[in-house]
């Protein structure tokens, strides 16, 4: 029996050894904030995943690291909305983004282990020091400050009306004189939905006409965007600048705002 285990895990490490060795260049874009990448913003640390992620102690969310910020936003608004913009819920989808990219908090300040960045109390021993190891060479320019207004840019954290019927998502309905025939059910292309399950809270509902063809049960009524509705932080399903799982521009299908807007 044995002799017949080892080759087996000889096969397995050598194949993993393989696939790691697979992992290598331009993965994720400007998102690598690690030194001599493309990004605007780059740090000392190459293992550029800690930037956004902690593999031990993380925040609940995708292991999340940076410090999350607690901003509230001046949201859009227009006499013809019917839904009403919403503050991000802490902690999750939007918020993990605007964490980087609404100004207020520094790029790289981290949450490593018991550094005190992010949530109270301990978690495990501080081995890793974020003011050292997160902030070391980040280029200047990039720091906390700038006023935090979404007035201007497409609204997050608010239902989608998916089924022609409208949805209660992170505190607010879609107003009643919604047309439903103008949205798609469901989005085209890669555009991703969700729905809460708890309070600052959310799964995946619908990950993408090529990815998942099949909705998650309970997302008619529920269904929300966040910012990985339109972006792929990951810039694995990216077809234009900016992350975006749709064409900026053009027409027809392939158009970003024709995947939830029926326009055309």
């Not at 096969?11 to 400007?30: K, P, Y």
């Not at 209660?168 to 103008?182: D, P, R």
């Amino acid at each position: 029996m044995k002799s017949r285990v080892l080759p087996v895990c000889l096969t397995i490490l050598l194949t993993g050894g393989a696939l790691f060795a697979q992992f290598s260049g331009d993965v994720i874009g400007i998102h690598d904030l690690g030194p001599g990448s493309k990004s605007p913003i780059t740090g000392a640390r190459p293992d550029f995943c800690n930037y956004c992620h902690a593999s031990h102690s993380g925040l609940n969310l995708g292991l999340w690291n940076q410090t999350l910020t607690r901003q509230s936003y001046t949201v859009y608004h227009s006499d013809t909305e019917k839904n009403r913009g919403t503050q991000p819920m802490l902690g999750d989808g939007s918020n993990l983004c605007l964490s980087c990219h609404d100004g207020t908090v520094a790029v790289g300040a981290v949450n490593w282990f018991d550094s005190g960045f992010g949530r109270p109390g301990s978690h495990g021993p501080q081995i890793l020091n974020p003011r050292t190891a997160g902030l070391q060479g980040l280029s200047t320019g990039h720091g906390a400050g700038n006023i935090a207004i979404l007035s201007g840019v497409h609204p997050v954290a608010m239902p989608y009306p998916y089924g022609g019927v409208g949805s209660t998502y992170n505190g607010t309905t879609t107003g009643a004189n919604f047309i439903a025939n103008q949205w798609q059910t469901p989005p085209l292309g890669n555009i991703r939905l969700y729905m809460q399950n708890g309070v600052n809270s959310v799964i995946l509902g619908w990950n993408g006409a090529a990815a998942s063809p099949a909705a998650a049960s309970g997302l008619q009524g529920n269904a929300g965007i966040e910012c990985s509705s339109c972006h792929d932080p990951h810039n694995k399903i990216t077809v234009d600048g900016y992350f975006l799982v749709g064409m900026g521009t053009g027409s027809g299908s392939t158009y970003l705002c024709n995947m939830c807007h029926m326009k055309y």
